[in-house]
Nanobody
Framework: QLQLVQSGGGSVQPGGSLRLSCAAS????????VGWFRQAPGKGREGIAG????????YYEDSVKGRFSISRDNAKNTVYLQMNSLKIEDTAVYYC????????????????WGQGTQVTVSS
């Protein structure tokens, strides 16, 4: 059973950067598609970035393109989300998720979830 443990997050001023980590145990994460999701208060959970299980193709939701970057470190069995040029509207709880599907870009596509981590962007 794959388990995902998230780290990183916290509070930052607009324009700042944070890196989220999603470390896996119980399986080889390089065989899984991984997605990053976020959920702001009163809103649904949205997929913002993904990395394919087949050829490591990348997906970004329009609002984060050019600012966020998803990557794998197979040696550490970890996927990262580097977030730059953060905006107030990026404030949310962030989740990583994984599945053996080719992609994980909607919540319904993911079987395994991290515990979530709060990202707060404020001045």
């Amino acid at each position: 059973q794959l388990q995902l443990v998230q780290s990183g997050g916290g509070s930052v001023q607009p324009g700042g950067s944070l890196r989220l980590s999603c470390a896996a145990s119980g399986g080889n994460l390089e065989n899984y598609a991984v997605g990053w999701f976020r959920q702001a208060p009163g809103k649904g959970r949205e997929g913002i970035a993904g990395i394919s299980s087949i050829d490591d193709k990348l997906y970004y939701e329009d609002s984060v393109k050019g600012r966020f970057s998803i990557s794998r470190d197979n040696a550490k069995n970890t996927v990262y989300l580097q977030m730059n040029s953060l905006k107030i509207e990026d404030t949310a709880v962030y989740y990583c998720a994984a599945d053996l599907n080719a992609w994980v870009v909607t919540p319904e596509m993911a079987r395994y979830w991290g515990q979530g981590t709060q990202v707060t962007v404020s001045s």
